[in-house]
């Protein structure tokens, strides 16, 4: 499946962005979803994840409350709304595809991955 990023862009500390995560090639619905982050000189890190049908979200704690991932299987996108951004919220973001039974929360589950899309959030 391929995945294509969108929705990055420059905000102020206490803004808010919404990511989508366009997917063609395969059955979009057999993939459980997730939004993966890496700052510079930082690790990637979990962010978010839903199941392949929307009923199961499971995000990081640093962004419960804040962030929400959702899905819309007939349009083939998966969502990342950002709300109440923070400077340590600036990263590169990637949407990325599993086909495991249940949502994963580690990037070494998922098969297929986007480019990414730069957040800045300034201070």
């Known amino acids: 499946v391929q995945l294509q990023a969108s929705g990055g862009g420059l905000v102020q500390a206490g803004g808010s962005l919404r990511l989508s995560c366009a997917a063609s090639?395969?059955?979009?619905?057999?993939?459980?979803m997730g939004w993966f982050r890496q700052a510079p000189g930082k690790e990637r890190e979990f962010v978010a994840a839903i199941s392949r049908s929307g009923s199961s979200t499971f995000s990081a704690d640093s962004v419960k409350g804040r962030f929400t991932i959702s899905r819309d299987n007939a349009q083939n996108t998966v969502y990342l709304q950002m709300n109440s951004l923070k400077p340590e919220d600036t990263a590169v973001y990637y949407c990325a595809a599993d086909g495991d039974l249940r949502p994963q929360l580690v990037s070494e589950r998922y098969d297929y991955w986007g480019q990414g899309t730069q957040v800045t959030v300034s201070s």
């Open positions: 090639g395969r059955t979009f619905s057999n993939y459980n």
